[in-house]
């Protein structure tokens, strides 16, 4: 008896089941209890990783099936989901069979459940063996191969124990798919796929749109569905109904019960793009334009009005009761009210001065596109035989009196001129935009670095195409500061055409297209190409959580024709064609943040400074902080390569590795493999560069462009999404209005009251911390890896990132430091790292960088 049970080792197994929150779940659960007592409940099955088996083709020698212990009596939760401990007893010989280093678990329910870790208690002469699975593990016979689990030890695939390498490439197998079919929720595949799935060509011609991805239109790949194509064009892919929110992406890349909560719940505030005729239609009878600017801040004191009567009643007909319930908010009347945005807490009209204009291109929601001009006028890189000549009509009599007593010339030499230039980007598209309701130019916006660090606007150029053609260039106008006025109120209409001009470039470029868009082909060719087993692949992975889910929900609601982006940024219908345009030009290494900001020569090359590079502007508080938090990755992932790699050979050897990479360039921005930038993958820094670009990207990168849009463009006149009329011109009524109510011109200009409330409600959205949040320097589960090196050199990268905070406070409290509050006293806090805040606090906190891109 004692022989047996020393053959006998515990296990612990934490899951959770799934949450029973309607009737189909209720009867699942009962299902579960009634295949439990028939005998039918869940096995984990131990596979040896230091025994192999003759007989199973040298795989590991497996042990007996055990049933986890319990499940009928074991109480858990009936209306949330929550974490539930199991017990399961293993007949284990450790002498004959070695330790365990993988499982099969086979679920004989009716319903899945989500599977978080598995420890075996103790295997004698070794230990402890942990398994982090984090997977939901659905009915087995949902499974055309069984579901199998690795111990938390990371291996290249050289090093893999023998009796486990075959499994490890089986599983890859299976999450690669085959790459045909229709992708059902159970499903494991991460495959490519083009963005063939926003338009519905089957609702009728308004409502198609071009397939991203191939020769026409070059786009990174996102995750395959394999949903049938629509009636009308072949090459489209058929939606769900717009309500439905079952997307397919990997379950496991699916939000978490919490998080899924949270989107929702603060989701229902943008349910108006479902009903953008009816609302709108309600809305109209009773209020139409801002009027007065007192008017677009009456939606953040909550002075607008649920429809009362009859025209409440038909607004409950259209949607479910809980979505009117979050409109109608607690006092029962009061309909869409906001949050005060921080652009206008501490003052309501700073937002309008010069001061803030520039300020906000170093420390606002889009401090990614400045450059330093280093040619006069301002060149244009549009082919001449297609647009003729584009050269900025922005001449010296323009600026040569705002120089500090600097010429031209002095002004580059001393490098002291910068300029936000959204002109090349945005001509090809002008007049197919201006064809709508929307009105319009391409910009370019000069600025001069005064002494004190802060930047001056010098002049606003605002160009249409030739009204004879595009092959005859542009047709532009030039506009200075102006202080009194009707030339006041001009300028301020300048400054609002160039910040449309900057918010559609941001939401489509520096946010959509550059983080969300490019990360999603690394996350899948992760999953196909390394195991979990491989350490690089347990580098990255904490950076890809949600991110295909988010992205799935954005092709669903808020990027698809008419959705929320297009009723909301300026470009409407054109605008994903137009990103697909930009994605030319993506080049993946000047992706990393020293490279990025030579390239705009926004910093020179110094081999005394820190990354061999000195900042022009030393006051530039995004590439400040960003450069701290690049430098504390660039460490933190050279740490951990070393440990597993000590050679460029064993790169190159690397087969998995070299398997992830061809994958990447081949397949998933396969638009662009010929590019000659990308790296072989062969040496060690190539490897760490790669790395270091993706995280920097989908945490802090994504962090700057992201969480600062409902602080600075809550306010939508700070950051108007679009133009309805063109500069008034002299002599005409439009100009009378701008000189007897410029508030009123200003208004009717920019973004209307619906589409304001409607983006508006987006970014509160997007803005939002998770509770759930797991930011940088954090991680889901600290047993994530067993070996210790990695282990010790992530928490030197804690440290580091808790000294970076400080340095940021430190900074925001220096008053020599002009940009990094402004006068609207809104501190730069978009890269606080927020490692230090274990509260789990949620909201609009507008700090913290979360790990991935999760929203």
């Known amino acids: 008896m004692m022989e047996e049970r020393s053959k006998r080792v515990k296990g612990r197994v934490v899951l959770m089941k799934k949450g029973v929150l309607d009737f189909h779940d209720i009867k699942a659960n009962v299902l579960d209890r009634v295949h439990e007592l028939l005998g039918k409940g869940v096995s984990i099955q131990l596979i040896s990783a230091t025994s192999p088996d003759p007989a ?42 070695g330790v365990p280093g993988a499982f099969i678990i086979r679920n004989h329910h009716k319903s899945q459940f989500y599977l978080k870790t598995v420890t075996i208690e103790d295997i004698p002469g070794h230990g402890p063996v942990n398994f982090v699975c984090n997977s939901w593990v659905y009915p087995a016979h949902r499974y055309t191969h069984d579901r199998v689990f690795f111990s938390n030890k990371a291996y290249l695939p050289c090093q893999t124990p023998g009796p486990l390498r075959k499994l490890r490439e089986q599983e890859l197998e299976v999450l690669r798919g085959k790459g045909v079919g229709k992708l059902n929720e159970w499903d494991r595949v991460y495959d490519y796929a083009y963005y063939n799935d926003l338009g519905t060509p089957d609702d009728g011609p308004h409502y198609t749109r071009p397939v991203l991805g191939g020769s026409n239109f070059p786009y990174p790949r996102r995750g395959r569905t394999g949903r049938p194509h629509t009636k009308t064009d072949p090459k489209t892919e058929s939606r769900l109904h717009l309500l439905n929110l079952n997307v397919y992406v990997p379950r496991d890349e699916q939000f978490g019960h919490v998080k899924f909560s949270d989107f929702l719940a603060y989701a229902l505030k943008s349910v108006a793009q479902v009903l953008v005729p009816e609302i709108k239609s309600l809305c109209d009878k009773t209020i139409n334009e801002f009027d007065t600017f007192e008017d677009v801040l009456s939606i953040y004191e909550g002075s607008i009005k649920m429809p ?26 009061k309909f869409l009210k906001f949050p005060v945005p921080d652009v206008i807490k501490a003052n309501k009209t700073a937002w309008r001065t010069d001061d803030e204009f520039a300020r906000e291109m170093l420390a606002g929601v889009n401090p990614v596109i400045i450059r330093r001009l280093q040619e006069f006028p301002p060149a244009s890189k549009l082919d001449p035989k297609l647009y003729g000549d584009q050269t ?101 209409l300048a400054k609002a055409y160039a910040a449309v001009n900057d918010s559609g470039y941001h939401q489509l470029v520096s946010h959509w297209l550059y983080t969300h868009a490019v990360i999603e082909p690394f996350i899948i060719a992760t999953h196909r190409q390394l195991s979990i087993l491989h350490p690089i692949h347990k580098l990255l992975k904490p950076h890809f959580r949600d991110t295909m889910h988010i992205n799935a929900l954005a092709r669903h609601t808020l990027i698809n024709a008419g959705g929320v982006l297009e009723k909301t940024v300026f470009p409407g219908k054109f605008a994903l064609e137009m990103s697909a345009i930009i994605y030319k030009s993506w080049v993946f290494t000047e992706q990393a943040l020293p490279a990025d900001l030579l390239k ?63 994958d990447v360039r081949n397949e998933g921005h396969g638009d662009l493999k010929d590019r000659k930038w990308w790296s072989e993958m062969k040496t060690k820094e190539e490897l760490i560069e790669s790395c270091t670009i993706i995280i920097w990207l989908a945490s802090a990168f994504h962090a700057a462009v992201n969480f600062g849009q409902y602080p600075f463009a809550g306010y939508l006149p700070n950051r108007p999404t679009v133009s309805r009329r063109f500069m008034p011109e002299p002599g005409t009524p439009e100009y009378e209005e701008l000189k007897s109510d410029p508030d009123l011109a200003f208004l009717k200009t920019i973004t209307a009251q619906f589409q ?96 991935s891109i999760s929203i």
């Open 600 to 662: 705009r020569g926004i910093a020179v090359p110094d081999s005394s400074c820190r990354h061999g590079i000195r900042l022009v502007i030393e006051d530039y508080p995004f590439a400040v902080d960003g450069l701290e938090i690049w430098d504390a990755i660039e460490t933190w992932v050279r740490e951990y390569c070393n440990v597993y790699y000590t050679s460029n050979d064993m790169v190159e050897g690397d087969d998995e590795l070299q398997n992830w990479w061809k």
């Open 56 to 97: 199973k083709g040298l795989l590991g020698k497996h042990g007996e099936e055990s049933y986890l212990e319990r499940w009928v009596s074991t109480i858990s939760s009936l209306t949330s989901a929550s974490d539930t401990e199991f017990w399961v007893t293993f007949d284990w010989d450790h002498e004959k069979m």
């Open 308 to 333: 009362s009567g009859p025209l409440a009643v038909k607004l409950r007909e259209l949607v479910p009761y809980e979505i009117v319930r979050e409109l109608i908010r607690s006092d029962g009347e």
């Open 392 to 492: 900025s009509s922005i001449r010296e009599v323009h600026i040569e009196n705002s120089l500090n007593g600097l010429t031209i010339d002095e002004a580059i030499q001393k490098m002291r001129l910068f300029i936000l230039d959204h002109h090349d980007a945005l001509m090809p598209y002008i007049s197919r935009i201006n064809s709508t309701n929307t009105k319009t130019y391409a910009s370019r916006t000069l600025l001069f670095l005064q002494d004190d660090g802060t930047l001056k606007p010098l002049a606003i150029e605002l160009s249409l195409p030739h009204p004879q053609g595009e092959q005859h260039g542009a047709v532009s106008k030039v506009f200075t500061p102006a202080r009194e006025g009707v030339s006041a109120s001009v300028w301020q």
């Open 756 to 851: 304001t409330l409607l983006g508006v409600s987006l970014i509160e959205v997007l803005s939002r911390h998770s509770t759930e949040e797991v930011y940088l320097g954090q991680c889901e589960n600290p047993e994530w890896t067993l070996d210790a090196e990695p282990l010790a050199a992530f928490e030197r990268f804690r440290q580091n990132l808790l000294k970076i905070e400080n340095n940021i406070m430190e900074r925001n409290k220096d008053k020599r430091l002009k940009n990094r509050n402004g006068e609207v006293k809104v501190p730069y806090t978009l890269l606080y790292p927020n490692t230090s805040d274990y509260s789990k606090e949620g909201g609009l906190t507008g700090k913290g960088i979360p790990n």
